[in-house]
């Protein structure tokens, strides 16, 4: 086998993931043209929230809130560890959030749309990742609702997992500490989309 046929080519595709339901503490997230690629589950009291690879038993990721003591994060395979010394929160307001992931560093963004977007410390004007609430849909005279979103360029495939878990808890915790400022049906609501 020659060195030529053992290279792999960069994909330099963007992936779409679609929530079961625009609710980032209980969904299943599915690649579309795929099917499902993690499920986040919560505790009744919504304080632990537990992310799965899909038909996984070990958690990729928990994260407790802890009212006044600080929240925590524990990632397969690692100690459990304040989400401070993870994600590094702005000292005036939640947004901006910075995290860092073999070597490189990655910045979630609040946009004035009320939308998260990541990007990344070499192009800061660019985003790799954002999220699209779900929303109504009125291009076939009959009115639809598509399903939240979350799309990832490839520098962002390129850490998945950190992307998808920091997005969920961000996400999360920005709709707790505001109250939803659009969306057709608030911040918990539930869409499928029928076509992955």
Known sequence: MSSQETLVERVHTTSVFIFSRDDMRQTTISLRGHGPVYTVNSDQSSTRTSIFHFGDHVPLAVSEQRGILP???TFR???RQKLKSWLKF???SLFPVTFEAFGRFYT???SARGELSMHSQEHPEEAIAWFT???RSDTTGSPTMLAASLTLKP???EIQDL???SFLLLEQKSRTMSRPTGGVAG??????EALY
Do not use: E, N
Request: hydrophobic share 45%; charged share 20%; aromatic share 18%.
């Open 71 to 73: 929240d925590k994060i």
């Open 77 to 79: 395979g690692q100690d």
């Open 90 to 92: 702005s000292s005036v």
């Open 108 to 110: 979630w963004r609040f």
């Open 133 to 135: 609430p779900s929303r």
């Open 155 to 157: 520098d962002a495939l």
């Open 163 to 165: 992307t998808v878990v």
């Open 187 to 192: 911040p918990y609501a539930f869409f499928v």
